[in-house]
């Protein structure tokens, strides 16, 4: 069942069956891959394979929203790091431009893993929607959040001991036969691992290991697996409330078989299948409620468990929105949005590892499926509790992380608490309220001062705030700005520029490469003028003297903050945040294809999805920012929120403003973000809806003040002619009716700007006609003029089906789309 939706998925078994060579060959392919990094040396190869094979479940935080040849994204670094550092004998943290490079250096695993992408993708999808059980009541977390559990599980309890990484390997495939042989799954893993041994080169000794301890995982021993997979599957079944609520159940007879004390997997599977799709999935939701609120009831229990195994490390970056806005350049905001997650996720996990690398005397390192999550300028990171106390912890990383960012003028706020006991896992909801109840520390003044200046200074030019201390390409730089922009210099806007993207469709081996610099059609082509001219290059520009306008494009996911509290367990939350995150990034994926997909010149399609692909500001988790060409902006992301709720299980407010490339964009960057808060369906439904607002600003400033004031004006009154809030579902029957729904038209327009601007002109007149009217006669009277010219056009005619959408108006309020409609046109027509 997958959550927040509670939607049960049944996966088609052909499917599935079918991914089973692919599963075997990358597993061979990764386990050939340790061997060559490793030189052969066994132990080095065995601590590359798992932290290789933990990147297969946790496929979101590693690859790109569309996969290139340079690290462009940082959990690209991430994964970087977590082979690197097994051939490196220790990497200093205390300088990030040293760091960077580093790890840019060492791409080789990078790039042999890029050519699995396709198939990781089919494989990771498959094991977010294979439950780790399939009985009701316990199938709300998926196979990959259950083995990545296993691991960490397998970790914390090797206290004080040498990395035994073949323990990490047996945990990571233990279950892998539930993907194809549910209840034959230990033969099933054990015929995978016998394929995979065939060709395992310097690994086969460990391997063999591993499948000796796959063979026994269910035998009632007391192995560090065993007790790994045991305490990791309690976390997850909730055995007692579930026997307490079965007799209330239509499928209260297969209890012996599925809850029972001698249950038996073939004859539950045999059972539950006689009551049907519709029954099992009514009955796993129906138990999941249950649980969720016999949890909620006793929350308020005081569980004493001993000595803690491990700890949570929560990391987060205060200020996000007011440092990424304090870069008023595109090349610069783009690298600093890089650096939140960068900074919270893998510098702070690198810090944490190095350290408790040596405070471990060399023995042990953190594994790489202990970052369970690090999206949106926070991350949750799973440290063993021989690091020390939670204090040594929280100091380390402040320490190593006050030297490296001090430059940037950073500090993360970090809480520690405990996550696992020998005989317990707490639920999400107990450590996400023990942190809520910290989280006044955030604003604490730590004492630490900062002395910019002893006397009088010029300020930056750049920020504004902090003092000029050297001059670079003609302006007064800070500290912090200098490096910025020297980092920037060939990382976020400019590593995509120079980026070969692989763009692949399904049942195609691949598609020929997009590369933006050169398939951008702009003169002149050199790297100081794409530098320059950024944001001109994004809204489509084909020379410096042309007229096209930009599109901000801001999303956020609807209550995800609801969601993710109204999480049970950390298995839950891992499964929510990585189907979320995964999600997206698929959204993206699958729009661009729509494009290379769509009628038109090759050409004209491969430039338009390059500079969409260097406008991608931020895209992870439930937090989206995209630059665009105007032109494209509002079809696409009505294309891309449509598959929101099918391919997240969450739904998104999105606001979405035209402006002139030579706006200051952190203005622009504000107004956006305002414009997406507005453009929330306020709704009792569980999920919400996905809804899109529009804005165009020609010759008036974009900024957060005057968004508010500008849509105060257009609704001073209940009775509006601007809904802001529009329905995507609205938004495309427009569309459709404009005949602009389909790429290829836009393409079209868009290849040919002359014959573009004509047809948009055509197609906006008669809104144009009632906005101008509008904009002088009070809103009774333009109603009335709508309905005049509904009442004398033809059926079927343009105006007929246009004034028929507005007409419809908004759950029975006196508020309809016109001035929306109108700002959606304008929006194509500035970008042609």
């Given at each position: 069942?997958?959550l927040?939706?509670?939607r049960?998925?049944f996966?088609?078994?052909?499917e599935?069956?079918?991914?089973r ?8 392919a990764?386990?050939?891959?340790a061997?060559e990094?490793?030189n052969?040396?066994?132990t080095?190869?065995t601590d590359?394979f798992?932290d ?6 946790k496929?979101?935080?590693v690859i790109s929203?569309v996969?290139?040849n ?7 670094y991430?994964?970087?790091?977590i ?6 004998d220790?990497i200093p943290?205390?300088d990030?431009v040293?760091?960077l490079?580093?790890?840019?250096e060492q791409r080789?695993a990078?790039?042999e893993v890029?050519?699995y992408v396709?198939?990781?993708r089919?494989i990771y999808?498959k094991?977010?929607?294979v439950p780790?059980?399939t009985?009701?009541?316990?199938n709300f977390t998926?196979l990959?959040s259950?083995?990545?559990?296993s691991s960490?599980l397998v970790?914390?309890?090797?206290k004080?001991?040498v990395?035994?990484n ?10 892998l036969?539930?993907l194809f ?5 230990v033969?099933?893993s054990?015929?995978?691992l016998d394929?995979?041994?065939?060709g395992?080169?310097c690994?086969?000794?460990n ?5 000796s301890?796959?063979?026994q995982h269910h035998?009632p021993l007391?192995?560090?697996l065993?007790?790994?997979d045991?305490?990791a599957?309690?976390?997850?079944r909730?055995?007692?409330i579930v026997?307490g ?11 012996n ?7 038996k997997a073939?004859e539950?599977m045999?059972c539950l299948?006689?009551?049907?799709k519709?029954t099992y999935?009514e009955e796993?939701?129906g138990?999941?409620r249950?649980i ?8 308020n229990t005081?569980?004493?468990e ?8 929560y990391v987060?970056f205060p200020g ?5 806005t304090?870069?008023?350049k595109l090349?610069?905001m783009s690298?600093a949005?890089?650096?939140v ?6 510098y702070s996990?690198?810090?944490?590892d190095?350290?408790y690398?040596?405070?471990t ?5 953190i ?6 999550s690090?999206?949106g300028?926070?991350s949750?990171?799973?440290?063993r509790?021989?690091f020390?106390?939670?204090d ?5 990383l402040g320490s190593?992380s006050?030297?490296?960012l001090?430059?940037l003028d950073?500090r993360?706020?970090?809480k520690?608490?405990d996550?696992?006991?020998e005989k317990?896992i707490?639920?999400?909801r107990e450590?996400?309220?023990?942190m809520?109840s910290?989280?006044y520390?955030?604003y604490?003044?730590?004492g630490?001062?900062k002395i910019y200046?002893y006397?009088?200074?010029?300020v930056c030019?750049n920020?504004g705030?902090?003092?000029a201390?050297d001059?670079v390409?003609?302006e ?5 700005c200098?490096?910025v922009?020297?980092?920037s ?10 980026s070969m ?5 399904e ?6 490469p997009?590369s933006p610099?050169?398939?951008i ?6 790297n100081e ?10 809204a489509?520009?084909r ?9 901000f494009?801001?999303a956020?996911g609807?209550?995800?903050?609801k969601?993710f509290?109204?999480?049970?367990t950390?298995?839950?939350y891992?499964d929510?945040s990585f ?5 997206v990034?698929k959204m993206?994926y699958?729009?661009l294809l729509?494009?290379l997909r769509?009628?038109?010149?090759e050409?004209v399609?491969k430039d338009?999805v390059?500079r969409?692909?260097?406008?991608v500001?931020?895209?992870?988790g439930?937090d989206?920012t995209i630059?665009q ?6 079809p696409?992301?009505?294309?891309m929120f449509?598959?929101s709720?099918e391919?997240t299980g969450f ?7 035209s402006?002139k ?8 960057y504000?107004a956006v973000?305002t414009?997406m ?6 709704t009792t439904a569980?999920?919400g809806?996905s ?6 600003f020609?010759?008036?400033?974009a900024?957060?003040?005057v968004v508010k004031s500008?849509l105060e004006n257009?609704?001073k009154?209940e ?7 529009n329905d995507?579902?609205?938004?495309e029957?427009f569309?459709?009716i404009?005949?602009?729904d389909?790429f ?9 700007p002359?014959?573009?601007?004509k047809?948009?002109r ?10 101008n009217?509008?904009?002088?006669h009070?809103f009774?009277?333009?109603?009335a003029?709508?309905?005049r010219?509904k ?6 005619s343009?105006?007929?089906n ?13 508020v ?7 700002f959606?046109?304008k929006?194509?027509?500035v970008?042609?």
């Open positions: 069942m997958l927040p939706d509670e049960v998925e996966v088609d078994e052909s599935v069956q079918s991914l060579k692919d599963v075997v060959d990358t597993l061979k990764f386990s050939a891959l061997c990094l490793a052969n040396n066994e080095i190869a590359i798992a290789l094979i933990s990147i297969i479940y496929l979101p935080m929203y996969p290139g340079r690290l462009s994204t940082p959990h690209e991430f994964f970087t790091y082979v690197y550092r097994h051939m490196a220790s943290v205390n990030i040293s760091l490079k580093k790890l840019e080789k990078m790039e890029l050519g396709k198939t990781l089919r999808e094991l977010l929607h780790a059980d009985r009701p009541g316990y998926s990959a259950h083995l990545q559990l960490i970790w914390l309890l090797q004080g001991s990395d035994l073949y323990l990490r390997i047996a945990a990571l495939l233990h279950d036969g539930k042989n549910p209840t034959q799954h033969s099933e054990i015929k995978i394929e995979v041994i065939e395992a080169e690994l086969k000794p391997l063999t290991r591993v499948k301890l796959v063979e035998a007391e192995t560090i065993n007790d790994a045991r305490l599957a309690a976390t997850d909730f055995s007692e026997k609520a079965i007799n209330n159940t239509k499928i209260r007879e297969c209890y078989w599925c809850y029972g004390k001698d249950a073939k539950c045999e299948e006689k009551y049907g519709e999935s796993s939701k138990l999941y249950v969720y609120n016999e949890i909620n009831k006793a929350f005081q569980k004493t001993g000595n803690p195994i491990g700890y949570l490390v987060d996000i929105q007011r440092f990424i304090s870069f008023p090349r610069e690298f949005s890089f650096l997650d960068f900074v919270t996720s893998v996990f690198i810090a944490l190095q350290a690398y040596e405070k005397s060399k023995k042990s390192r594994p790489a499926e202990a970052l369970l690090g999206y300028g926070h949750y990171i799973i440290v509790s021989d020390g106390s939670k040594d912890v929280k100091t380390t190593a006050s030297s490296a001090s430059k950073l993360l706020d970090v520690v608490v996550f696992a006991y317990y707490r639920n999400y450590i996400y309220d023990e809520k910290k989280s520390e955030r604490l003044i730590s630490d001062g200046s006397g009088l200074h010029r030019d920020c705030v902090r003092p201390v001059v390409e003609d007064y730089l800070c500290e912090t200098k490096l922009r020297e980092l210099r060939d990382r976020g806007f400019m590593a995509k520029l120079k993207y692989y763009l692949v469709e049942g195609k081996e691949s598609n020929s997009i610099q050169e398939h059609k702009f003169d002149p082509k050199d003028t794409f530098s320059k001219y950024a944001m001109e290059i994004i489509g520009y020379n410096i003297s042309d007229t096209k306008y930009v599109a494009i801001k956020d609807n209550n995800a903050g969601i509290g109204n999480t049970i950390f298995s839950e891992v929510k189907r979320l995150d995964y999600g990034k993206f699958d729009t729509d494009i769509a009628s038109g010149d050409s399609k338009l390059s969409i692909l260097l406008g500001l931020y895209l992870g439930d989206i630059l060409p105007s032109a494209i902006a509002v696409f992301a009505t294309k449509k598959r709720l391919y739904t998104f407010k999105v606001g979405i403003i402006v490339p030579d706006h200051p964009v952190q203005f622009a504000g973000n414009l808060e507005e453009s929330k369906i306020q569980p999920g809806k809804s899109i607002g529009v804005l165009v020609s010759s008036t400033l900024s957060e003040g500008d257009y609704r009154k009775e509006s002619l601007l809904v802001v809030s995507v579902d609205d938004i029957k569309l459709k404009m005949e602009l389909d290829g038209k836009l393409i079209e327009l868009y290849g040919n002359e014959e573009g601007r047809v948009i055509d197609k906006i007149r008669p809104l144009e006609n009632f906005v009217y509008a904009d002088t009070e009774y009277n333009t109603l003029y709508i309905l010219a009442a004398r056009s033809d059926e079927g343009l105006i007929r246009i004034t028929d959408l507005i007409l419809k108006g908004r759950d029975n309020n006196f309809f789309p016109l001035y929306d409609y109108y959606i046109l929006t194509i027509r970008g042609i």
